[in-house]
Nanobody, 129 residues
Framework: QEQLVESGGGSVQSGGSLRLSCLAS?????????MAWFRQAAGKEREGVAA???????RVADSVKGRFTISQDNVKNTLYLEMNSLKPEDTAMYYC??????????????????????WGQGTQVTVSS
């Protein structure tokens, strides 16, 4: 059975670092059209953070550029999000998402959650000042 399982969240102080992992089981990340990280803070809409597009190019949102790095390990079947210089406003639940090759929906861009059809359960990141 196909699954996306996030891990690596936790509580850190402002300026700290975390590395999130998204393990894809039951399917090879090599076969996904694209994979991405989103986050959702309490009371706010889900926000795109970074993605590895179907051409393999990593993309990050302007709001985290220079601090967050996305990468994909096809051998370990895992998507990563390296987060540095964390700020309290980075506090959110972080979700891994994929656009499966069988999904025929419209692609709205790498930051739009409508572009992705399969989601993990999320991992909480809390940054204190």
């Amino acid at each position: 059975q196909e699954q996306l399982v996030e891990s690596g969240g936790g509580s850190v102080q402002s300026g700290g670092s975390l590395r999130l992992s998204c393990l894809a089981s039951g399917y090879s990340v090599r076969n996904y059209r694209s994979m991405a990280w989103f986050r959702q803070a309490a009371g706010k809409e889900r926000e795109g953070v970074a993605a590895v597009e179907d051409n393999g190019n990593p993309r990050v949102a302007d709001s985290v550029k220079g601090r967050f790095t996305i990468s994909q390990d096809n051998v370990k079947n895992t998507l990563y999000l390296e987060m540095n210089s964390l700020k309290p406003e980075d506090t959110a639940m972080y979700y891994c998402a994929t656009r499966q090759t069988t999904y025929a929906g419209i692609y709205y861009g790498f930051l739009d959650p409508r572009s992705y059809n399969y989601w993990g359960q999320g991992t909480q990141v809390t940054v204190s000042s």
